[in-house]
């Protein structure tokens, strides 16, 4: 069964997005924005509140499981913090070795370690023999950092390490998020090693999807940005692989959606810093949705939690009445 796992965005797949995302369906698996681990020990709460789904079976409220993702340099850091998810009840860990942020690399976090096989490699090992033998261990990479030189040596070094899957971003650090994404080096990073590869990047709806794992070769596939533009984008992938029609969300579903994580960010963040949520997300969607495109410009001045409240109030019995007239 071909699976779609719902990539790792840091500031954007919060436990909230997961949840509402899982539960339109589709998606197999998620992975948590990445948890920095420098040389100091994150307390209990931290990873907690980080990632509440440790407290109910690692799942989404919608059950979906969720890969719990670590970012840092330090192996015995990384081991020792690994440990601790699994004590509170992580199910699989994840290694984050693809980041481009400056503030990250600076510190031999992420991407930066792209150019490091051997460290990538005592990574990958310290943090596989601190974990039980069921516990999953998965890594992602992105194809280098300046070049593609090292990109099999590293992939070769996280399965050597033990990692038993890794995505693979088809991109290296400085192409950024600039398209394309180089699906056919995924191809060759799979032909190399022996563990599962998973393809990542650029897949913004079906033709995206079949072409990626066409030339990737791969069966499972990560979908981030195009799930943010489409919410539906996993389940419609699902359906028209058993064969039925694609699922169309119309714009009451996503606006549905859009409500429902607008009261839940009210829950986690101070006033001030609510907006700034809400629009990050219509920002994304309005790439592929014109609707989220005008609710984008109705909603860019606006800083009162109760203005936000009316506009999309109004917006749903708009959008409900306009269903309503087209059935
Ligand atoms: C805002 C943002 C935050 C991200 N945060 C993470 C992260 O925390 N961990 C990670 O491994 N990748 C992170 N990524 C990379 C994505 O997981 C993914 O590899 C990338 O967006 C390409 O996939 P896409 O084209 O389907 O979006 C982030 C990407 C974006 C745009």
New binding site residues.
């Given amino acids: 069964m071909a699976n779609i796992m719902l990539?790792?965005?840091?500031?954007?797949v919060d436990a909230n997005m997961r949840n509402l995302l899982t539960t339109v369906g589709g998606i197999d698996t998620c992975?948590t924005?990445?948890i920095r681990i420098t040389a100091q020990q994150l307390p209990e709460r931290d990873l907690i509140k980080k990632v509440p789904e440790l407290a109910r079976g690692s799942v989404t409220s919608a059950g979906v499981p969720v890969v719990v993702?670590f970012?840092g340099s330090d192996p015995e850091m990384l081991a020792y913090h690994a440990q601790l998810a699994v004590k509170l009840g992580a199910s699989a860990i994840d290694l984050?070795f693809?980041?481009p942020s400056k503030a990250v690399n600076k510190h031999r976090g992420g991407a930066a370690l792209l150019g490091e096989p051997d460290t990538l490699f005592d990574i990958v090992k310290k943090v596989r023999d601190a974990l039980p033998e069921t516990v999953p261990l998965s890594a992602?990479m992105r194809l280098g950092i300046k070049d593609k030189n090292l990109a099999l040596e590293n992939a070769s070094a996280i399965a050597e390490g033990g990692a038993s899957s890794l995505v693979v971003?088809a991109r290296t650090k400085i192409e950024g998020?600039r398209p394309p994404?180089h699906w056919q080096w995924i191809d060759k990073i799979r032909r190399a090693v022996d563990i599962k590869i998973i393809a990542?990047?650029?897949?913004w709806n079906w033709q995206d999807y079949q072409q990626c794992r066409l030339v990737s070769g791969c069966e499972d596939v990560?979908?981030?940005?195009?799930l943010l533009a489409d919410p539906s984008l996993a389940l419609s992938i699902k359906q028209r692989l058993a064969g039925g029609e694609e699922a169309v969300f119309d714009w009451l579903d996503n606006l549905l959606l859009i409500e429902a994580y607008y009261v839940n960010v009210q829950q986690q963040l101070p006033p001030p810093f609510v907006p700034g949520r809400v629009k990050q997300w219509l920002n994304m969607m309005r790439v592929k949705n014109p609707h989220a495109q005008l609710l984008f410009d109705k909603m860019k001045q606006l800083k009162l939690l109760d203005e936000i409240t009316y506009l999309l109030k109004s917006e749903i019995i708009q959008a409900r009445q306009q269903r309503e007239d087209r059935l």
């Fill in positions: 990539a790792p965005m840091e500031g954007v992975v924005e990445f993702q970012l984050n693809g980041c992602k971003h998020y994404a990542n990047g650029d897949i990560m979908i981030g940005r195009g």
